[in-house]
């Protein structure tokens, strides 16, 4: 997986633990019962493939929640439910850090006292 893959997981697993103590005050988080990974798929017009890559998923998982032959998970659930509904901001966040520099970069001159 990659990195930025690992880190939105683990802030979707600390949204998982925040829901198991119970709602705290003045926080609410709704998590659906279930997400229709199909249609979200469809309606981005990608492939099982595609839809994997892009998103951080396996294809196995991706099959195997279409098929209906494993749950979705609540973090997975909170993801592709952003996705669903703001793919562009999943897509930017995603996207590979800025390169860089591995070159020396030169110092910029030092004023000297006469």
Do not use: C, Y
């Not at 966040?93 to 000297?112: D, H, I, W």
Request: glycine share 6%.
């Amino acid at each position: 997986m990659t990195k930025a893959f690992d880190m939105i997981m683990t802030g979707l697993d600390e949204v998982e633990s925040f829901l198991d103590r119970g709602e705290q005050d003045g926080f609410a988080v709704h998590v659906p019962d279930d997400v229709d990974v199909k249609a979200i798929r469809r309606k981005l017009n990608l492939s099982q493939p595609k839809f994997a890559s892009t998103f951080g998923f396996s294809v196995g998982r991706i099959r195997d929640w279409e098929q209906g032959r494993f749950p979705v998970d609540a973090p997975s659930r909170i993801l592709l439910t952003v996705i669903d509904r703001e793919p562009d901001a999943v897509l930017r966040s995603l996207a590979s850090p800025p390169q860089k520099r591995t070159g020396r970069q030169a110092k910029p001159p030092v004023a000297r006292r006469a």
